[in-house]
């Protein structure tokens, strides 16, 4: 069994593993095993692997899974202690791996962790994918310490210290085997956006805690497969946020919740339209709150087997404000301004 296994998920990403691939290889071979999953690209990655870096160990995926499902398919051929997920684009540094581990070892109640994510293009910046540590508002709003909405914070070291939060960046997230499967791994019908969020609120409502430990931290270019305006990125993250909501709200709050959720879904949608001329996702909010409506029905189960493995109600990492009215209203812009 490895200890630590590093588990890059690549689709059509030579360009990232040529660029960032060397600095997990040589800040990592001592503490960890690597391996790329390939979700069966067709650019020269494979190729690419085997002639510059024979050392990475690699899986095929007969197709391309998604980042969830992708990500299930390939942990379940490693056996380790932890896994850490990691994307193709993220730059490590030295030692960073040695905080997350000792950490783990030390807190079993712990079930997973992030580094603190720094913007590669501009290395004194928050990057806006996970930041300093990840929370949800009473409505099912994401934020970080670091950033809200698209307002993100430089890094002056107000943060740096470790962190109990809701929910830990896939960017790269360290998280136990046993704690990944005993949840049920990530939801493969997510296919990408909010699934992390997803498993780590899974976990929180079980009673495991999770952490941001900033004294590890990476660089992340960020942005993905998608550019941050797509309406195919809109769409699954409101149909997939709606169907988290769903999953794990408790019973005292899910009607008010989602009755909410329908009126500001909608006012995005036309914000959208109206103030942004953004026809496409003006659309794809529609086609999300459709598509949340037909597939609702299919998490039914996982929503029975998620409440009654729930040992707390209330989880104080997610807040109990609305962060829309914090935001705009209040204009608190910064994580330090909600406190």
């Known amino acids: 069994m490895d200890k630590v296994a590093i588990v890059i998920l690549n689709w059509n990403g030579a360009k990232m593993l040529t660029q960032y691939l060397p600095t997990v290889l040589n800040y990592s071979r001592d503490e960890a095993v690597v391996y790329v999953a390939d979700n069966a690209s067709t650019d020269q990655s494979m190729d690419l692997l085997q002639r510059e870096f024979p050392e990475c160990k690699t899986i095929l995926l007969e197709k391309n899974w998604g980042f969830a499902e992708g990500y299930n398919k390939a942990l379940a051929q490693i056996d380790a202690e932890y896994y850490l997920l990691l994307n193709s684009d993220i730059e490590v540094t030295h030692h960073w791996l040695t905080p997350?581990?000792?950490?783990?070892?030390?807190?079993?109640?712990?079930?997973?962790?992030?580094?603190?994510?720094?913007?590669?293009?501009?290395?004194?910046?928050?990057?806006?994918?996970?930041?300093?540590g990840g929370f949800l508002d009473r409505y099912g709003y994401p934020f970080c310490r670091g950033r809200i909405f698209e307002t993100v914070e430089r890094d002056n070291g107000q943060y740096d210290y470790p962190q109990e939060i809701l929910w830990a960046t896939g960017a790269a997230l360290m998280i136990r085997a046993k704690d990944y499967w005993e949840a049920g791994g990530l939801d493969g019908r997510f296919f990408a956006h909010n699934e992390e969020i997803d498993l780590c609120w899974r976990l929180r409502i079980r009673g495991r805690k999770l952490y941001c430990l900033p004294e590890s931290y990476v660089y992340h270019v960020g942005g993905g497969t998608l550019p941050k305006s797509n309406p195919m990125k809109t769409f699954l993250n409101f149909r997939n946020n709606l169907t988290m909501l769903y999953k794990c709200l408790p019973e005292s709050e899910l009607r008010h919740v989602m009755c909410v959720r329908w009126f500001l879904d909608y006012l995005a949608a036309w914000e959208m339209l109206i103030l942004k001329r953004n026809w496409g996702d003006f659309k794809a909010i529609f086609k999300a709150r459709h598509a949340f409506a037909q597939w609702k029905k299919d998490f039914e189960a996982d929503r029975k087997t998620i409440q009654q493995g729930r040992v707390t109600e209330q989880i104080p990492e997610r807040r109990r404000f609305s962060l829309l009215w914090q935001y705009y209203a209040k204009g608190r812009k910064y994580y330090s301004d909600l406190k």
Do not use: W
């Open 100 to 132: 997350l581990i000792e950490f783990m070892d030390v807190h079993e109640e712990v079930a997973a962790c992030q580094p603190k994510l720094l913007s590669i293009y501009d290395r004194d910046c928050f990057e806006y994918a996970g930041a300093c």
